[in-house]
């Protein structure tokens, strides 16, 4: 891992609120918002956003952990702004706190745990689990 990040660092990113972000289910739309799937995967990316610029060649970012609270529901064509927030920093351990904002609204909220890990490592990993499962 580079050298270079802090606790307090900030990513951003921007969303437009489309039709299929909306809570489905096996192509069945629940109601017309923004869903919590969409939410998370926006959280990791602004969480990720904060840890690309350190990895070095031969290593990779891996997700651990996502906790999230969904607070309020956002139709299509609305914009949101995802922002991650370096709040802890041990070895390779990195964790975000993360804010979904709506206008002047938080419509969600959370936290993303990632690890930077050698690539060789992980993909032993994943041979690995192929023949567990």
């Not at 802090?6 to 629940?30: C, H, L, R, W």
């Not at 990195?94 to 804010?99: E, N, S």
Request: one cysteine or more; charged letters at 20%.
């Amino acid at each position: 891992m580079k050298p270079g990040m802090e606790v307090g660092q900030k990513a951003t990113i921007s969303v437009s609120v489309t039709p299929d972000m909306y809570a489905q289910f096996e192509g069945n739309v629940v109601h017309p918002a923004y869903s919590t799937v969409s939410m998370v995967y926006h959280m990791e990316w602004a969480a990720r956003q904060i840890i690309l610029p350190y990895i070095e060649e031969g290593e990779e970012g891996i997700g651990a952990a996502v906790t999230v609270k969904h607070l309020s529901p956002t139709p299509a064509g609305e914009e949101l702004a995802v922002t991650a927030t370096l709040t802890e920093l041990v070895a390779n351990k990195i964790v975000c706190a993360l804010q979904v904002i709506h206008g002047d609204h938080v419509v969600g909220k959370g936290e993303v745990t990632q690890f930077i890990l050698p690539r060789k490592d992980l993909d032993e990993k994943i041979e690995q689990a192929k023949t567990v499962f």
